[in-house]
């Protein structure tokens, strides 16, 4: 190995359980491979993930089938927690967007004041909505 990486030898140990349940569901739900998922979250050994695979996932390993074996309180209370922290996240994201798209909005009714005050035209048309002809008739004959 060479000198200077900043190579750390990891264990089982180092990966917390909410990790390897977040793992598991990204490569069951189809979002990553089993090398994409090594590559993005730093685990090194191979087996690892197969290992966390056939102990936390939805499979049956020895049939091939799907499991629908029911997951331990603690499992299902991880999971909830960590989908909890993705929507959080997910919530400020699209807070920060609203509060951009309000901005731009004050900001377009600004430029909007300051060019009919500028060149002395109606930009904004405040035109009434017109009845349409079916309406209209209605009216007429009661």
Known sequence: MEEGTNYVKRTQRD???TLKLNVVKEIESGKLTLSQAQKQYGIQGDST???????YGNFDWENQI???MAKSPEQRILELEAKVRLLEKQKAKLEHQNHIADSKAIIFDMM???AEKEYKIDVRKNLKPAQSIVSGKKNKKA
């Open 66 to 68: 799907p499991s629908n």
């Open 49 to 55: 993930i197969r290992n966390w695979l056939k102990k």
């Open 112 to 114: 909007i004041d300051i």
């Open 15 to 17: 990966y917390t359980l």
